[in-house]
């Protein structure tokens, strides 16, 4: 109760609180052209090219002592091709307090958790906005209660989720998606609440040395969902529907750091989805510093995926036994130009997927992006079989405000 009667304080002082401090306003825009190297495997999918529009907006205001701040992060994606793909979302939306030793954050937030490159394990928090790409990166805002204590032996984050959010995916017309179609609109839940259970995580922070470490625990509704690809499985409209489980995991996610030399891990093990199982990411970049007279960098980078989840019954993964291996070039030079090659091949079949990308800053206000992912030898059998004729090249200029 007195959590609950500090927070209703704080928020009768945010009228007088806004006569004060300083605001902050920014915005990008970004035109987006997909363009697909193959015709699409099933028939109601788009050919070849994909436009779209992105809009991002940023408001901040700050208190003048620094302890209270508002965020406002909306988004939106205008897509010439699939309507799934035109959507809104309030990446972050939120009040915080940062008083000396605690720090409380009430509203939609996006945090991240992990320290690998090719998947990341422990980021369970926010849901991923499948109708963005397939990396995972995306993720939509997360409602929340978020309090954390900062101490000098680490920093302990505590978070109430009282609302879900599914994961959203590409409609009929969309291409990178699965066949069936995936109906992201009635989604059904384990919990007799469905999307108003309230979710819990906590994690511990600090760094040891050379080491950083993140201990992780979750317990509430799966941010992955299941899929019956029976006739049991699909609506009245033969598409496929999402299964949310609830679920226990706890993480781990570890970073070592020696001279050139980053060694990293992360791993789970996760309840309420058939067995128990565990899943790891684990492997190091390594970077040969001034490669080039104007001081440009090289890092190499390898990680091994393993995931022992039953198949057929959590939900499908592609990460079950893989290596990841890439190289990221940095020219170090004012437009921030860097190019990040990477593929992840299945050790047991063979299916293989790469990825290019390239930005590079334009003045003080543009920048530009290409990005190339492409599938190859992909196995019959493999979850990647879907995106087989899905190879795609991205490019994106973006305009900041």
């Known amino acids: 109760m007195r959590a609950v009667r500090t927070l209703a304080a704080m928020a009768a002082l945010t009228p007088a609180l806004a006569s004060a401090g300083e605001w902050e306003f920014g915005a990008e825009i970004a035109g987006e052209l997909r363009t697909f190297v193959k015709e699409p495997t099933f028939d109601e999918q788009l050919s070849d090219f994909q436009p779209s529009t992105v809009v991002l907006g940023d408001v901040r205001w700050t208190s003048d002592n620094g302890k209270h701040q508002f965020v406002a992060v909306p988004f939106y994606r205008l ?158 409209n033969g598409l496929l529907v999402p299964f949310y489980d609830q679920i226990n995991q706890v993480g781990v996610d570890v970073q070592y750091t020696n001279e050139a030399w980053l060694w990293k891990f992360e791993g789970i093990v996760r309840e309420g989805q058939g067995d128990t199982f565990a899943a790891t990411v684990a492997g190091f970049e390594y970077t040969f510093f001034g490669v080039t007279e104007s001081g440009a960098d090289l890092g190499v980078l390898v990680e091994h995926l393993y995931d022992g989840r039953e198949e057929f019954i959590a939900p499908p993964t592609a990460s079950d036994n893989d290596l990841f291996y890439g190289a990221r070039y940095a020219l170090n030079d004012f437009q921030d130009t860097s190019i990040l090659i990477g593929a992840i091949t299945d050790l047991e079949n063979g299916s293989s997927s790469g990825l290019v990308e390239a930005e590079r800053r334009f003045g003080q206000n543009w920048t530009g992006e290409f990005e190339a992912r492409f599938f190859y030898n992909v196995d019959d059998e493999d979850l990647l079989n879907a995106f087989r004729d899905d190879s795609v090249i991205t490019l994106r200029v973006t305009r900041f405000f």
Not at 193 to 203: G, H, L
């Open 79 to 236: 897509d010439g091709e699939d309507d799934e793909r035109t959507h809104a979302d309030l990446r972050e939306g939120y009040y915080r307090y940062a008083g000396n030793n605690v720090d409380i954050l009430v509203g939609a937030a996006k945090v991240f958790w992990g320290v690998a490159e090719s998947r990341h394990l422990v980021d369970i928090v926010n849901q991923t906005d499948a109708v963005e790409d397939i990396d995972e990166e995306d993720k939509l805002g997360q409602p929340m209660v978020k309090v954390s204590f900062l101490k000098d032996w680490g920093t302990i984050d505590v978070f109430a989720l009282p609302y879900f959010r599914p994961r959203t995916f590409p409609g009929s017309r969309g291409r990178l998606r699965f066949d069936p179609v995936i109906n992201d609109d009635d989604p059904i839940y384990e919990d007799a609440d469905e999307e108003w259970n309230t979710d819990f995580a906590i994690r511990y922070s600090h760094f040891f040395g050379s080491f950083d470490v993140g201990i992780s625990g979750f317990t509430g509704t799966s941010r992955e969902p299941s899929f019956s690809f029976s006739p049991d499985g699909l609506d009245e």
